[in-house]
């Protein structure tokens, strides 16, 4: 068997994010009621059987470093781990200038492993994916590099990395936000996108780092600076993640991949979650997504007083463990653990954050409320876009979003 090693980056400033990012790094903002983000990647290498995971942090990571501590604890008597790197200035007195740049200062790691293969993922995407495949592509194709790719509609290629392949998929050309994307081979009316998800040979990754951390022009970025220039001299080829498969995945969700890198998409990415038939399956336990567990008592709802309208009720939404919906309503909403919503409250269209207590006669909607957040009684939060953006930070989609731990008033 090959030795894989699996490399993560997760260092990024995340300001898109802002201002969940405010006090944590982007891969460590919580998704779906009780996960991390980086949950998902690394969920999908422990079910892909690679179980030596090395994160690469850098800004406010003191939130992703304890949850990587106290929920990916792996059996270090089998060789298994998912240890937390921070950046260390190895190479000088910078952080990292680039996703490059951070495995080149990061380069002891691969010296004291001595893998074959290298995975190099992100940290903020929200996906099931079996790695094995993608590995076996590689292996198969004798490739020095394997870039992950989703297909995109053709009109949408200029937001993206577009990479032109062979009919053996081999890259013939990768293209940065191109104004006329090449289509993908059987099908014009798509493109090949890059995930940011790179598969090496050991060696190739090491020389193409060095050679690119002497490049003082360099962008040090995996896809303008490595990818770009690697596919011109190496075999590099291109895994179409649409054909990747998970156990216990249903065919709707075949090729799901969401980049939640900014307020709008994130939180359209969560409501997805609330359908009753959502495309991307949280109950699939064949393809489990892992994260710390919570002591913490079962959701309880309270008070069933139909004449005077104080029943305590959910529809259409997840509500996490420790939740006590106290003669409140909440419909299509998304409750992380230890929520409250008290008596007479109206919760519709949105995300609340661990141990955020909703006062008695609020009424809240298309709202992100960060952790530690008391909404006193009688307020009124996403029905005002005026008042809402005096007071709060509004996305250009219309969503509320109120800090962590802010004293609102």
């Not at 598969?199 to 022009?217: G, I, N, S």
């Not at 969401?258 to 336990?285: A, C, K, W």
């Not at 519709?348 to 409320?369: P, Q, W």
Request: aromatic letters at 10%; proline letters at 6%; hydrophobic letters at 35%.
């Amino acid at each position: 068997m090959s030795k894989l090693l699996a490399m993560i980056l997760a260092g990024g400033a995340g300001t898109r994010l802002e201002p969940l990012t405010r006090e944590r790094a982007k891969p460590a903002v919580p998704f779906g009621g009780r996960y991390r983000i980086i949950d998902f990647v690394l969920s999908n290498f422990a079910n892909s059987g690679v179980y030596r995971m090395k994160v690469l942090t850098q800004y406010k990571s003191d939130s992703l470093n304890n949850h990587l501590s106290r929920a990916w604890r792996m059996t270090a008597f089998l060789g298994h781990y998912v240890e937390a790197v921070p950046a260390q200035m190895r190479t000088g007195l910078d952080w990292y200038k680039g996703s490059a740049d951070a495995i080149y200062q990061n380069l002891n790691i691969i010296t004291d492993e001595e893998p074959d293969h290298i995975f190099v993922f992100g940290a903020d995407h929200v996906y099931r994916m079996d790695v094995r495949k993608m590995l076996d592509f590689h292996i198969e194709r004798k490739a020095a590099c394997t870039v992950a790719a989703i297909p995109v509609p053709i009109e949408q290629g200029r937001e993206f990395g577009i990479i032109d392949v062979g009919p053996d998929g081999r890259m013939l050309q990768f293209l940065e936000k191109p104004k006329d994307p090449p289509p993908m081979p059987g099908n014009p009316k798509m493109c090949l996108a890059s995930m940011g998800n790179y598969l090496f040979t050991t060696d190739t990754l090491v020389k193409q780092v060095v050679r690119d951390a002497a490049d003082e022009t360099s962008a040090h970025d995996f896809g303008k600076s490595i990818i770009s220039e690697l596919y011109k001299h190496e075999p590099v080829y291109v895994y179409d993640f649409a054909q990747n498969t998970v156990a216990g995945q249903e065919d709707k969700e075949r090729g799901y991949w969401r980049d939640v890198g900014n307020i709008d998409v994130y939180y359209q990415s969560n409501m997805d979650l609330v359908e009753v038939d959502p495309t991307f399956n949280l109950y699939n336990d064949r393809w489990p997504i892992h994260t710390q567990p919570n002591n913490y008592p079962p959701a309880k709802f309270v008070f069933a007083d139909q004449d005077n309208k104080r029943v305590g009720k959910a529809t259409d939404s997840l509500v996490a463990e420790g939740c006590i919906i106290s003669g409140g309503s909440v419909h299509r909403s998304v409750l992380s653990p230890k929520v409250r919503v008290n008596s007479y409250s109206e919760v519709e269209d949105s995300i609340l954050f661990e141990n955020v207590t909703i006062g008695r006669r609020c009424r809240i909607k298309r709202a992100i409320i960060d952790k530690n957040v008391e909404i006193p009684p009688g307020m009124t939060i996403g029905y005002d876009p005026v008042e809402d953006k005096r007071r709060f930070h509004v996305t250009s989609g219309g969503v509320v979003v109120i800090p962590k731990g802010m004293k609102v008033t």
